[in-house]
């Protein structure tokens, strides 16, 4: 469904994504996981087509990324880290734009945008984007993609700005997603999400995949028999060291 074969991105001598391979099945929430600069974005740019692969492929939904991008762009949702939006727009000129992009019919992605607004308090799609905070953008943004019905989900640290209604809204409907064979990439820095979540998790360091599998299957293949994730974290990224020490230096 989603599927990433031998993934490399190089930025110079930067081996940015370094030989990633994966696949996530339908209905599965995937987390992917890693240190700040581990490769997350960057991988999740080739999975999405915005960013060319400097060697290896990306399969979505059935379709090769290199032949087929513009028919896997139509069917999938992308939340970006950082929303781009047009700062002149109002939030509603914005979900009319999408929707005629996408060419969605009027009546029924008006009754979307009403149903998802609610769940998300979003009231403030008459207000000019340039005046929305981080959280209120993030909000437009799902809004803008979840309205789609998207067939397969990506999303780069999607609850960072939201308040807790609207991040726990937004978890139950990936569960609600996956129940309909979408599968969903996921990044994010909270592990407690990741590990309630995801139904498996990549953890990658330095552009390389250092685990894979459920939480019964990294708890296993580390040792951490009654270990977190962040225990298992900080041991296979070895970012766990010394940092006692070097708090107490501080
Ligand atoms: N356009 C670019 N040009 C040069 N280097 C880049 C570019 N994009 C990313 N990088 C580098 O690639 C590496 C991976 O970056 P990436 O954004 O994928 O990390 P990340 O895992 O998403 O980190 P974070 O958790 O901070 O979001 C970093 O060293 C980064 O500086
Ligand atoms: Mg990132």
């Known amino acids: 469904m989603i599927e990433a074969i031998n993934l490399v991105k190089t930025f110079g001598s930067l081996r940015a994504v370094d030989g990633v391979s994966f696949q996530i ?3 599965e929430i995937y987390g992917f996981l890693g240190p700040n600069g581990a490769g ?4 999740l740019r080739m999975l999405t087509g915005t960013l060319f692969p400097t060697s290896g492929s990306v399969r979505v939904l059935g379709m090769e990324m290199s032949h087929q991008e513009i028919a896997i762009k139509r069917a ?7 929303p781009r939006l047009y700062d002149n727009l109002k939030g509603a000129e914005y ?5 005629d992009i996408y060419r969605l019919d009027k009546k029924v992605n008006q009754a979307e945008v009403k149903e998802l607004s609610q769940a998300f308090g979003i009231d403030f799609l008459d207000k000019a984007i340039g005046e929305y905070s981080h959280g209120m953008k993030q909000k437009l943004m799902l809004l803008s993609v979840l309205m789609r019905h998207p067939r397969a989900l990506f999303l780069d640290e999607p609850t960072v700005g939201l308040d807790a209604r609207s991040a726990r809204i937004l978890k139950m409907l990936f569960e609600k997603y996956a129940g309909e064979q979408v599968p ?7 592990l407690e999400i990741a590990e309630k979540m995801c139904h498996r998790i ?5 552009g390389k995949l250092v685990a894979e599998g459920t939480m019964a299957e990294l708890r296993q293949k580390t040792g951490e028999e009654k270990g977190t994730l962040e225990d298992i974290f900080l041991q296979v ?5 010394n940092i006692e020490e070097l708090v107490r230096e501080l």
């Open 25 to 27: 099945r339908p209905g």
């Open 40 to 43: 997350k974005t960057t991988t």
């Open 76 to 82: 999938i949702g992308v939340v970006p880290d950082e």
């Open 95 to 99: 979900i009319d734009f999408v929707s």
């Open 184 to 190: 969903i990439f996921l990044t994010t820095h909270i």
């Open 202 to 206: 990549a953890i990658i360091n330095q």
């Open 237 to 241: 990224t070895g970012t766990g060291e």
